[in-house]
Protein backbone atom coordinates (compact mmCIF):
# COMPACT_ATOMS: atom_id res chain seq x y z
CA UNK A 1 0.00 0.00 0.00
CA UNK A 2 1.34 3.13 -0.97
CA UNK A 3 2.08 6.16 1.56
CA UNK A 4 0.43 9.54 0.38
CA UNK A 5 2.30 12.98 0.67
CA UNK A 6 2.29 15.12 3.45
CA UNK A 7 0.42 18.02 1.47
CA UNK A 8 -2.81 16.03 0.77
CA UNK A 9 -4.16 16.85 3.77
CA UNK A 10 -5.83 13.78 4.40
CA UNK A 11 -6.25 11.02 7.02
CA UNK A 12 -7.88 7.83 7.45
CA UNK A 13 -10.57 7.17 10.15
CA UNK A 14 -13.52 4.60 9.96
CA UNK A 15 -15.50 6.93 7.79
CA UNK A 16 -12.65 7.00 5.42
CA UNK A 17 -9.99 9.73 4.08
CA UNK A 18 -11.51 13.03 5.87
CA UNK A 19 -9.72 16.62 6.09
CA UNK A 20 -10.38 19.49 8.63
CA UNK A 21 -10.26 23.12 7.76
CA UNK A 22 -9.15 25.48 10.60
CA UNK A 23 -9.22 28.83 9.92
CA UNK A 24 -9.70 32.50 11.31
CA UNK A 25 -12.25 34.77 10.27
CA UNK A 26 -12.57 39.07 10.76
CA UNK A 27 -15.78 39.69 12.77
CA UNK A 28 -17.82 40.24 9.37
CA UNK A 29 -17.12 36.66 8.71
CA UNK A 30 -14.18 37.81 6.12
CA UNK A 31 -11.60 34.66 6.06
CA UNK A 32 -8.25 35.30 7.24
CA UNK A 33 -6.11 32.39 7.48
CA UNK A 34 -7.16 28.60 6.95
CA UNK A 35 -4.71 25.68 7.67
CA UNK A 36 -5.88 22.19 6.03
CA UNK A 37 -4.93 19.01 8.17
CA UNK A 38 -5.96 15.86 8.47
CA UNK A 39 -9.14 14.69 9.70
CA UNK A 40 -8.22 13.26 12.66
CA UNK A 41 -6.02 15.94 13.75
CA UNK A 42 -7.07 17.98 17.04
CA UNK A 43 -8.18 21.91 16.60
CA UNK A 44 -6.12 22.65 20.16
CA UNK A 45 -2.62 22.14 18.23
CA UNK A 46 -3.62 24.26 15.36
CA UNK A 47 -4.14 26.89 17.01
CA UNK A 48 -1.11 28.10 16.93
CA UNK A 49 -0.17 27.88 13.35
CA UNK A 50 -3.30 29.84 11.96
CA UNK A 51 -2.62 32.95 14.57
CA UNK A 52 0.72 32.69 12.80
CA UNK A 53 -0.64 32.99 9.03
CA UNK A 54 -2.88 35.86 9.93
CA UNK A 55 -2.39 38.64 8.21
CA UNK A 56 -4.24 41.78 7.63
CA UNK A 57 -3.50 44.45 4.69
CA UNK A 58 -2.96 47.81 5.70
CA UNK A 59 -5.38 50.49 3.81
CA UNK A 60 -2.00 52.63 3.22
CA UNK A 61 1.76 51.34 2.75
CA UNK A 62 3.77 48.73 5.30
CA UNK A 63 3.46 45.20 6.14
CA UNK A 64 0.21 43.51 7.23
CA UNK A 65 -0.83 43.21 10.56
CA UNK A 66 0.17 39.74 12.56
CA UNK A 67 -1.30 40.81 15.62
CA UNK A 68 -5.14 40.65 15.81
CA UNK A 69 -6.48 42.94 18.73
CA UNK A 70 -8.85 40.13 20.00
CA UNK A 71 -9.43 36.41 19.82
CA UNK A 72 -12.80 35.05 19.53
CA UNK A 73 -12.36 31.21 19.77
CA UNK A 74 -14.64 27.85 20.05
CA UNK A 75 -14.15 25.68 23.32
CA UNK A 76 -11.67 23.52 21.71
CA UNK A 77 -8.87 25.89 21.40
CA UNK A 78 -9.47 27.02 25.18
CA UNK A 79 -5.88 24.92 26.43
CA UNK A 80 -3.68 26.01 28.87
CA UNK A 81 -0.68 26.59 26.19
CA UNK A 82 -3.33 28.44 23.97
CA UNK A 83 -3.90 31.27 26.50
CA UNK A 84 -0.49 31.38 27.28
CA UNK A 85 0.46 31.62 23.60
CA UNK A 86 -2.38 34.84 23.78
CA UNK A 87 -0.76 35.87 26.77
CA UNK A 88 2.63 36.35 25.52
CA UNK A 89 1.91 37.90 22.42
CA UNK A 90 -0.72 40.43 24.48
CA UNK A 91 -3.77 39.28 22.95
CA UNK A 92 -7.08 39.55 24.44
CA UNK A 93 -8.80 36.26 24.26
CA UNK A 94 -12.70 35.48 24.60
CA UNK A 95 -12.32 31.82 24.74
CA UNK A 96 -15.04 29.39 26.43
CA UNK A 97 -13.64 26.69 29.24
CA UNK A 98 -14.94 23.49 28.64
CA UNK A 99 -16.89 21.84 31.62
CA UNK A 100 -14.10 19.33 32.53
CA UNK A 101 -11.13 21.90 32.76
CA UNK A 102 -14.00 24.06 35.74
CA UNK A 103 -13.88 20.66 37.47
CA UNK A 104 -10.09 20.52 37.56
CA UNK A 105 -9.98 23.80 38.24
CA UNK A 106 -12.59 24.04 41.05
CA UNK A 107 -10.86 20.06 42.17
CA UNK A 108 -7.76 22.00 42.68
CA UNK A 109 -8.87 24.53 45.13
CA UNK A 110 -6.73 27.42 45.07
CA UNK A 111 -4.10 26.21 43.79
CA UNK A 112 -6.79 26.18 40.66
CA UNK A 113 -6.36 29.69 40.00
CA UNK A 114 -8.94 32.06 38.67
CA UNK A 115 -11.06 31.66 35.86
CA UNK A 116 -10.09 33.40 32.73
CA UNK A 117 -12.31 36.47 32.17
CA UNK A 118 -14.92 37.54 29.40
CA UNK A 119 -16.96 40.22 28.85
CA UNK A 120 -20.45 39.60 27.94
CA UNK A 121 -20.48 41.81 24.74
CA UNK A 122 -17.55 39.62 23.61
CA UNK A 123 -19.48 36.19 24.08
CA UNK A 124 -22.29 37.43 22.18
CA UNK A 125 -19.75 37.91 19.30
CA UNK A 126 -18.85 34.84 18.88
CA UNK A 127 -21.58 34.20 16.55
CA UNK A 128 -18.72 35.14 13.78
CA UNK A 129 -16.32 31.58 14.66
CA UNK A 130 -19.69 29.89 15.11
CA UNK A 131 -21.10 30.91 11.59
CA UNK A 132 -18.14 31.29 9.42
CA UNK A 133 -17.48 28.08 8.64
CA UNK A 134 -21.26 26.78 7.79
CA UNK A 135 -21.49 29.73 5.48
CA UNK A 136 -18.14 28.45 3.79
CA UNK A 137 -19.53 24.93 3.46
CA UNK A 138 -22.73 26.15 0.91
CA UNK A 139 -19.62 25.90 -1.23
CA UNK A 140 -20.47 22.86 -2.27
CA UNK A 141 -16.28 21.99 -3.11
CA UNK A 142 -15.37 23.38 0.43
CA UNK A 143 -18.04 20.90 1.63
CA UNK A 144 -17.11 17.27 -0.29
CA UNK A 145 -13.07 18.68 -1.03
CA UNK A 146 -12.74 18.06 -4.58
CA UNK A 147 -8.90 18.74 -4.72
CA UNK A 148 -6.65 16.47 -4.68
CA UNK A 149 -3.77 18.84 -3.09
CA UNK A 150 -3.87 20.61 0.12
CA UNK A 151 -2.13 23.33 -1.18
CA UNK A 152 -5.37 23.79 -4.20
CA UNK A 153 -7.67 23.03 -1.37
CA UNK A 154 -6.51 25.98 1.02
CA UNK A 155 -7.40 28.36 -2.00
CA UNK A 156 -10.89 27.01 -2.32
CA UNK A 157 -12.30 28.67 0.68
CA UNK A 158 -10.74 32.00 -0.42
CA UNK A 159 -12.96 31.47 -3.91
CA UNK A 160 -16.14 30.67 -1.69
CA UNK A 161 -15.51 33.65 0.10
CA UNK A 162 -15.30 35.89 -2.62
CA UNK A 163 -18.20 34.15 -4.48
CA UNK A 164 -20.14 34.71 -1.24
CA UNK A 165 -19.17 38.57 -0.90
CA UNK A 166 -20.10 38.73 -4.95
Known sequence: MSVEPD??????????????THLSTEQGQKLLSPVVTAGRRNDSPQFQPVLEKIGVPRSGPGRP?????????DKAYGSRAN???LRRRRISATIPERASQICHRRNR?????RP???????????????????RLKRNRAVATRCDRLAVRYEATPHIACVDERL
Open 7 to 20: DYGLGRSRGGLTTR
Open 116 to 134: PKSCEIDHRERHAVECAPS
Open 109 to 113: GRAGG
Open 83 to 85: RAC
Open 65 to 73: RKKPDKVRA
